[in-house]
């Protein structure tokens, strides 16, 4: 955890240390952005092609996304983060807002996710677009689409309701 | 890890152990669903309340987003699934997909994302709609919704490139 210098109003809660449940890295996010200042704020569908690289025993998970969906949820880890901030000044003037209230890296569990456009597959690499992380971050997990997303397991009972 | 009983087709894929970042979990989910058998696959807008019950030190997180925000994305663990499975059918009918063309609970990182609607929050408690997990869920993170998402912090010129 990068522990960076804290702005006015920012506050700190020591949560101890993690350890309630242990990720596995799924494989790495290829962007244009080396550093942190290259990084635009949000991912914009417009922006430059970016490659999320599976560890190659992992390609038969993507079958049927890129053919089915043509937008994704991406996770991923913000592994340079620091994870004790419950109040963040984003603007550096002193107005806090709650850590839950703002999209910061900087949260108790740093995990990004950004909803991208598929643009295509390659073996064990996605293509896509709409991502504003640097260059190596961790992958963690991709998901098809929520809003046009049916469901393929049978109706429950649960579901009638 | 439930190791629940293959279906037709499903294919298993030995990563090893996870261990390349840790979770703290900062709250439980409160839902009506004591079981899975219980659990919609799909929560709905109009759906009972649930109650994301954050740890009562991380309070002043959530200041803020339901004074900002109609919707959130909420992360949680799924604690009761396997994480093994490339392949799963998800109709038992022997026809295959793979893992990240799915929204199942089986993945490497068992992560669980909903979008909800705020309902309103009660101290460190936030009510909202939408959710389909079982009761007792440990919670990951919240964050704004994305879509209506004005970035607090000021651009940088990699935004405007």
């Given at each position: 955890m990068t522990k960076t210098t804290l702005r006015d109003?920012?506050?700190?809660?020591?949560?101890?240390?993690?350890?309630?449940?242990?990720?596995?890295?799924?494989?790495?996010i290829r962007t244009p952005f080396a550093t942190r200042a290259d990084c635009p704020r949000q991912g914009r569908e417009d922006g430059?092609?970016?490659?999320l690289e599976l560890l190659p025993e992992l390609a038969p998970a993507l079958d049927g996304l890129a053919e089915g969906f043509a937008r994704a949820d991406v996770l991923y880890w913000l592994d340079r983060?620091?994870?004790?901030l419950v109040h963040q000044s984003p603007k550096s003037d002193g107005r806090v807002t709650g850590t839950f209230a703002l999209r910061s890296p900087v949260r108790p569990n740093p995990i990004g996710l950004s909803r991208v456009?598929?643009?295509?597959?390659?073996g064990h690499v996605l293509i896509v677009r709409g991502l504003d992380c640097i260059d190596g971050t961790p992958l963690l997990d991709i998901?098809?689409?929520a809003c046009s997303f049916s469901p393929?397991?049978?109706?429950k009972a649960a579901d009638e309701r």
């Open positions: 109003g920012e506050r700190v809660l020591d949560l101890g240390p993690p350890g309630d449940a242990e990720l596995r890295f799924i494989g790495r430059p092609d970016c490659a983060s620091r994870r004790d456009r598929i643009v295509r597959r390659e998901k098809p689409e393929q397991a049978p109706l």
